[in-house]
């Protein structure tokens, strides 16, 4: 499903949040925006499943148009394609325990409710939990834990695009590698198109296929993730520092020492151990 943006104005207030956006979100892929807080991230998002709606231009998902002339009349139709996982998921919470949330959203858009047991079951397992989470009540769960329970909320009717605003917050070390690997997973075995927002460099490299840099409502970067974190001068004037391991990679270029740029400390150490 093709979700491109056409001269995107989003005004409150006097003030323009997001100015003349124009992107195209890569299908198939792991796309991550980011930028300083205030630079607009979380209000390109919402557009999406329309939250809120452009003050100019348009933004079209698949057959959806977004656009400040006419509210969209089919809008759980949008939703249905486009799954959307908050910064605080438990702000999505409303039922008594973690199987009734997710079966809510299958009783919701009235999908495929046959066997819904066994599905509920199966969204959990995709994000790494299992049947013991079904009775336990979803106030109670840990940052990590209420974030996957929302991601398998969305995953239940099985959307084409996930929208995920903040994963990492609040989130320890570990809670990052499981959700790293989960959404790969997600990623490589059902071809999603997933759409991060975040202030977390180090997240976004290791898990980033595509990235687009936001500054002042404008997007004044975009690239594969290797040539957005390589221009570290460029990223500092917009706030934003370079993931350690790109520093390291790029100080021993500058050495001429040859190494090339790797997601994991693991490869790291064993091109370091190889060439240097």
């Excluded at 991601?151 to 084409?160: G, R």
Aim: net charge positive; hydrophobic share 40%.
């Amino acid at each position: 499903m093709e979700v491109k943006y056409n001269d995107v104005q989003y005004i409150v207030s006097n003030k323009k949040i997001l100015d003349d956006i124009d992107l195209r979100i890569k299908v198939g892929a792991i796309n991550v925006i980011i930028g300083s807080i205030g630079s607009g991230k979380s209000s390109l998002v919402e557009m999406l499943n329309a939250v809120i709606y452009p003050t100019k231009g348009n933004v079209k998902v698949g057959q959806f148009n977004i656009s400040s002339t006419e509210k969209i009349k089919n809008i759980n139709d949008l939703r249905f394609n486009v799954g959307y996982i908050s910064q605080f998921p438990e702000e999505q919470f409303f039922c008594e325990n973690v199987k009734k949330e997710i079966a809510f959203e299958i009783d919701f858009f009235n999908y495929r409710k046959n066997n819904i047991d066994k599905r509920i079951s199966d969204s959990l397992k995709m994000v790494g939990l299992d049947d013991s989470y079904l009775k336990r009540d979803p106030f109670s769960l840990s940052g990590g834990e209420a974030r996957r329970v929302a991601l398998a909320s969305a995953l239940v009717i099985n959307p084409e695009i996930l929208v995920i605003d903040e994963p990492t917050y609040g989130l320890d070390s570990q809670g990052k590698t499981n959700l790293i690997k989960i959404l790969r997973t997600i990623k490589r075995r059902y071809n999603k198109t997933i759409i991060i927002v975040t202030n977390d460099v180090e997240f976004a490299h290791i898990l980033a296929d595509y990235i687009f840099v936001l500054d002042n409502g404008k997007v004044v970067l975009e690239g594969d993730k290797y040539d957005i974190f390589k221009k570290g001068t460029k990223l500092k004037k917009y706030g934003i520092v370079v993931p350690k391991i790109i520093e390291f990679e790029l100080l021993a270029l500058n050495k001429k020492k040859k190494l090339g740029f790797r997601d994991e400390m693991n490869d790291l150490i064993k091109d370091i151990l190889r060439n240097i």
